[in-house]
Every structure is written in C-alpha cells, then in structure tokens.
C-alpha cells in the first residue's frame, strides 16, 4: 500500500515562488498517476495537476497553466510541484495523492484516487 508525505508548504508574498514534494514509500511510483489536489477554506476540493509517471503525461487545471509545473525524482520516489507567481488565491491546502496508472488515464476527481497525503499548508499573501 502507497503511503504519500507532502512537505514544502509556507507562507509567501505573491509573486514569489515555493515547491512541494510528495514523498512515497510502499511502492514505486513508476506504476501509478500522481495527482496535486487543494482545497481553501469553506470550498470545495479542487484539482490541480496530474501526470503519468512513466508516460510523462501531464494535466493542469486552467487555473494554473503556466505557473506550475509536476517533476519527479526517480531515486527518491518523490514527485514535486513547483508553483511560481503565486497569487492569493492560490491559498490552500494542498494534497498529493495518487493511483494505479491504467493507459495514462489522468482523472481530474479526488474519487478516482486511492491514496492520499496529509496535506501541507501554502499560504499566499498580497
């Protein structure tokens, strides 16, 4: 079973720039879709962006097209999200989570993901 840490998360001004990883243990990374997730105060769960791992398919939420951009580390199992002109509403919790890769098929749900982190705080002042 995929276990999945996130760290990275702060306080910043907008403009500025911050990057998460999700850490996983339990399973390599290479079999599955990792997906960044967030969800700000009294709103609902959003996507982020989601990629293949060993297809290096990628999806961005429009909202963030162009300013975030998901890496992976192969040695260390972890994937990252580098999130640059952050802007206040960019303000969130941001989850990673993950599921088993079936032809590159990249859901924008939080329902079709199987494994989830706790969560790491980004907070983005004006």
């Known amino acids: 079973q995929v276990q999945l840490v996130e760290s990275g998360g702060g306080l910043v001004q907008a403009g500025d720039s911050l990057r998460l990883s999700c850490a996983a243990s339990?399973?390599?990374?290479?079999?599955?879709?990792m997906g960044w997730f967030r969800q700000a105060p009294g709103k609902e769960r959003e996507f982020v962006a989601a990629?293949?791992?060993?297809?290096?398919?990628?999806s961005y939420a429009d909202s963030v097209k162009g300013r975030f951009t998901i890496s992976r580390d192969n040695g260390k199992n972890t994937a990252h999200l580098q999130m640059n002109s952050l802007k206040p509403e960019d303000t969130a919790v941001y989850y990673c989570?993950?599921?088993?890769?079936?032809?590159?098929?990249?859901?924008?749900?939080?329902?079709?993901?199987?494994?989830w982190g706790q969560g790491t705080q980004v907070t983005v002042s004006s």
């Open positions: 989570a993950a599921k088993v890769n079936i032809g590159n098929n990249l859901p924008q749900v939080g329902s079709a993901y199987n494994y």
């Open positions: 339990g399973g390599s990374l290479r079999f599955y879709v």
């Open positions: 990629f293949s791992w060993s297809g290096g398919v990628t």
